[in-house]
Protein backbone atom coordinates (compact mmCIF):
# COMPACT_ATOMS: atom_id res chain seq x y z
CA UNK A 1 0.00 0.00 0.00
CA UNK A 2 1.27 3.63 -0.80
CA UNK A 3 3.02 5.58 2.38
CA UNK A 4 3.38 9.02 2.18
CA UNK A 5 6.85 10.62 3.63
CA UNK A 6 8.53 13.93 3.56
CA UNK A 7 11.87 13.66 2.45
CA UNK A 8 14.45 15.96 2.94
CA UNK A 9 15.49 16.96 -0.49
CA UNK A 10 18.71 19.76 -1.35
CA UNK A 11 16.85 22.42 -0.55
CA UNK A 12 13.22 21.58 -0.30
CA UNK A 13 10.41 18.82 1.40
CA UNK A 14 8.95 16.36 -1.05
CA UNK A 15 6.11 14.23 -0.44
CA UNK A 16 6.74 11.06 -1.20
CA UNK A 17 3.99 8.29 -2.01
CA UNK A 18 5.04 4.56 -2.66
CA UNK A 19 4.17 1.23 -2.94
CA UNK A 20 6.99 -0.80 -1.35
CA UNK A 21 10.15 0.43 -3.00
CA UNK A 22 8.59 1.78 -6.54
CA UNK A 23 8.02 5.77 -6.05
CA UNK A 24 4.08 7.35 -7.53
CA UNK A 25 3.86 9.83 -6.83
CA UNK A 26 6.50 13.13 -5.98
CA UNK A 27 6.22 16.52 -5.42
CA UNK A 28 7.07 19.78 -3.47
CA UNK A 29 5.71 18.76 0.48
CA UNK A 30 2.50 21.52 1.30
CA UNK A 31 2.29 22.40 4.49
CA UNK A 32 -1.33 21.52 5.98
CA UNK A 33 -1.85 19.44 2.39
CA UNK A 34 -4.65 16.88 3.65
CA UNK A 35 -6.56 19.01 0.30
CA UNK A 36 -3.86 18.29 -1.56
CA UNK A 37 -3.72 14.73 -0.31
CA UNK A 38 -7.39 14.11 -1.27
CA UNK A 39 -6.24 15.45 -4.83
CA UNK A 40 -3.65 13.24 -5.10
CA UNK A 41 -5.42 10.35 -3.85
CA UNK A 42 -8.02 11.01 -6.71
CA UNK A 43 -5.14 11.32 -9.44
CA UNK A 44 -3.68 8.10 -8.32
CA UNK A 45 -7.52 6.47 -8.28
CA UNK A 46 -7.88 7.28 -12.42
CA UNK A 47 -4.13 5.82 -12.81
CA UNK A 48 -4.36 2.93 -10.88
CA UNK A 49 -7.95 1.68 -10.94
CA UNK A 50 -8.91 -0.95 -8.73
CA UNK A 51 -5.26 -1.70 -7.75
CA UNK A 52 -5.48 1.34 -5.60
CA UNK A 53 -6.38 -0.17 -2.34
CA UNK A 54 -5.34 2.67 0.21
CA UNK A 55 -3.17 5.26 0.78
CA UNK A 56 -1.85 5.27 4.14
CA UNK A 57 0.13 8.35 5.63
CA UNK A 58 3.70 7.58 7.23
CA UNK A 59 4.46 9.18 10.92
CA UNK A 60 6.89 10.84 8.70
CA UNK A 61 4.54 13.03 6.93
CA UNK A 62 2.23 13.82 9.81
CA UNK A 63 3.64 17.44 10.65
CA UNK A 64 2.80 18.72 7.11
CA UNK A 65 -0.11 16.85 5.93
CA UNK A 66 -2.39 17.80 9.09
CA UNK A 67 -0.44 20.80 10.20
CA UNK A 68 -2.28 23.02 12.77
CA UNK A 69 -6.10 21.92 11.37
CA UNK A 70 -7.41 18.74 14.00
CA UNK A 71 -9.68 18.49 11.55
CA UNK A 72 -7.77 17.42 8.84
CA UNK A 73 -6.86 13.71 10.61
CA UNK A 74 -11.01 13.27 9.88
CA UNK A 75 -10.69 14.47 6.33
CA UNK A 76 -7.80 12.23 5.32
CA UNK A 77 -9.48 9.16 6.48
CA UNK A 78 -12.57 9.77 5.27
CA UNK A 79 -10.49 9.96 2.11
CA UNK A 80 -8.69 6.82 2.75
CA UNK A 81 -12.30 5.35 3.62
CA UNK A 82 -13.48 6.26 -0.16
CA UNK A 83 -10.67 4.47 -1.26
CA UNK A 84 -11.54 0.99 0.53
CA UNK A 85 -14.78 1.32 -0.14
CA UNK A 86 -14.37 1.90 -4.30
CA UNK A 87 -12.01 -0.92 -3.83
CA UNK A 88 -14.47 -3.13 -2.07
CA UNK A 89 -17.40 -2.27 -4.51
CA UNK A 90 -14.97 -3.38 -7.39
CA UNK A 91 -13.92 -6.43 -5.97
CA UNK A 92 -17.33 -7.43 -4.72
CA UNK A 93 -16.88 -7.27 -1.24
Not at 39 to 47: D, F, S
Not at 77 to 85: G, I, L, P, Q, S
Request: hydrophobic share 35%; charged share 30%; aromatic share 8%.
Amino acid sequence: MPKRETEQATEADWTVLRCGERELWREPAVYEGADRFEEVVALLAQKYGPRLQDVVPSSASELYLYGDHLSSIANVEATRKRVRESAAARHGG
